[in-house]
């Protein structure tokens, strides 16, 4: 069984810190790229960034460019270093994996993880 697992996320002030980490399991995943996705209350899910099977390309939204990294460290972990984190950071962030790098759609990938939530307080 295929498993996406964040790990928790928390709370922090404006301007803070904070990493998530997710484990991939249950099958291969050396030919998808692993990505990040966030959803705030009534809104929809969007694409924050994600990293390519090879390791060596990343691709960022705008609203978290220069202030989040991912980072893969083996074909089934993953990482989001989040940076000067503001109110608008806050949502359920989902790990998720696809076979297409540089995609942004939620419909085209394939795999999620069930969330967890960061709050940016003010």
């Known amino acids: 069984q295929v498993q996406l697992v964040e790990s928790d996320g928390g709370q922090v002030q404006t301007g803070g810190s904070l990493t998530l980490s997710c484990v991939a399991s249950?099958?291969?995943?050396?030919?998808?790229?692993l990505g990040w996705f966030r959803q705030a209350p009534g809104k929809e899910r969007e694409f924050v960034a994600s990293?390519?099977?090879?390791?060596?390309?990343t691709l960022y939204s705008d609203s978290v460019k220069g202030r989040f990294t991912i980072s893969r460290n083996n074909t089934n972990t993953v990482y989001l270093q989040m940076t000067k984190m503001n109110p608008e950071d806050t949502a359920v962030y989902y790990c998720?994996?696809?076979?297409?790098?540089?995609?942004?759609?939620?419909?085209?990938?394939?795999?999620w993880g069930r969330g967890t939530q960061v709050t940016v307080s003010s």
């Open positions: 990293v390519k099977w090879s390791f060596d390309s």
């Open positions: 249950g099958r291969s995943f050396t030919t998808y790229c």
């Open positions: 998720t994996a696809s076979k297409i790098f540089g995609a942004t759609a939620p419909s085209s990938y394939e795999y």
